[in-house]
């Protein structure tokens, strides 16, 4: 060996970094594990540099540079090789990027076997295909998950079908999570596909997580039937389509007559306010229970009891029901006022009158006084002066009280 031979591998094992033409690589792996103290360690701004020894995982170094000692990478103290007088480092070194793949995105694709459509209950067997834009986040999770330390060298392709096994395994559940959200149908997901993205990207996949990979984009997402589960499903999709206008039909005409009902019991409590309302109501009953009687609603004196004590109970109950919407203020009669006393409130409406001034209810007529002739006992008014039915004379005649019989 030449003595430039020998200087030129004397700063090689040096200095260690990675190569330029392996800059594309996500994990690129350093060749020799006999590395001399003191070298330095460069790592990129992008990237992380691991460290393992016998299988089993040292620590991880950040950008910078540094100097492989154990007083700078403290966790080395107890890698170094004591054979070696303590001048050698026996370990491998990974160096993982952490920036996004963009040029070169993992392509995925499969079919998901016996999904159940969340829209319909069906089962259907969507296929689902598309690049994914990734970003490693924990390179010793991504190293130790991918079992990096036998990955081929100088190519991607291992891992990015590695990666795209992962986001499958958590695809098909996360899908139909979305579409339950959703209350769609895998056959809505097209139009539906920016959502998914966006959902797929904010809620990470476990089996992504776990190896310390973060989704950042999906491009060229699509997800697609078979012409035999399209049509049953678009079938089932239709008849609930139907049902579902149905329902919200019948919902809507409930709405509009309760709130019919609502506006007829306000217009009710509004009229019970009203001084004449409780004469119409009792009227009403009344006659609900005459038409009820003419249509032989009983039978002989039984029936006819039977449905006037109906009428009278129903008006009862029409008094009792409003009488608190109309307030009515009972006013003892005035005495010696000489007015028509109100047979409901007893209140004396003076000078007369058709109806009650204080109630609404309506005022019996005067009752003429009455005697009965002292020649035959006709009963006739008290001023009559000649009996009409023997001609004799009156004015001495006894008094009666209306509607008193003859003794």
Not at 190 to 205: C, D, F, T, Y
Request: charged content about 15%; hydrophobic content about 40%.
């Amino acid at each position: 060996m030449g003595i430039f031979d020998f200087v030129k591998q004397g700063v090689q094992q040096m200095m260690i970094a990675r190569p330029e033409d392996k800059h594309q690589l996500i994990v690129y792996k350093w060749p020799d594990r006999t590395i001399p103290m003191y070298t330095q360690l460069t790592v990129k701004s992008d990237e992380g540099a691991v460290f393992f020894k016998g299988g089993t995982m040292a620590g991880v170094v950040g950008s910078g540079r540094h100097t492989i000692d154990g007083s700078n990478i403290p966790f080395l103290k107890n890698w170094i090789d004591s054979a070696t007088g303590g001048n050698v480092l026996l370990s491998e070194i990974f160096f993982v990027r952490t920036q996004p793949n963009r040029n070169d995105p993992v392509r995925f694709g499969g079919k998901f076997d016996g999904l159940i459509d969340p829209g319909t209950g069906m089962p259907c067997t969507p296929r689902l295909f598309g690049e994914l834009v990734i970003r490693v986040v924990d390179p010793i999770a991504f190293i130790i998950g991918l079992t990096g330390q036998s990955i081929a060298a100088d190519d991607n392709s291992q891992i990015l079908e590695w990666v795209g096994k992962r986001f499958m395994m958590g695809a098909e559940a996360l899908i139909a999570s979305f579409c339950t959200d959703q209350g769609a149908s895998v056959l809505n997901l097209s139009a539906l596909k920016k959502q998914l993205e966006e959902r797929l990207v904010a809620q990470p996949i476990p089996a992504m997580r776990e190896v310390g990979i973060e989704l950042v984009e999906l491009t060229s997402f699509n997800v697609t039937l078979s012409d035999t589960d399209r049509a049953a499903l678009m079938e089932v999709w239709k008849d609930i389509e139907v049902e579902t206008r149905k329902k919200a039909a019948e919902l809507k005409r409930r709405q509009m007559e309760i709130g019919v009902n609502i506006a007829e019991r306000q217009a009710y409590v509004n009229m019970a306010g009203q001084p004449g309302y409780m004469q119409y109501a009792q009227s009403e009953a009344l006659l609900n229970a005459g038409v009820g009687m003419a249509k032989g609603g009983g039978s002989g004196m039984g029936g006819l009891g039977a449905e006037m004590a109906i009428g009278v109970g129903m008006a009862g109950m029409f008094q009792q029901s409003f009488q608190p919407a109309m307030h009515v203020q009972r006013v003892a009669p005035q005495a010696g006022s000489g007015g028509a006393v109100c047979g409901g409130c007893q209140f004396n409406n003076v000078g007369g009158g058709k109806f009650c001034a204080n109630c609404g209810q309506p005022l019996a007529p005067p009752q003429p006084v009455l005697a009965f002739c002292t020649g035959c006992g006709n009963q006739h008014p008290a001023s009559t002066k000649f009996c009409a039915n023997c001609g004799a004379q009156q004015g001495a005649a006894t008094q009666a009280s209306p509607g008193s019989g003859q003794s």
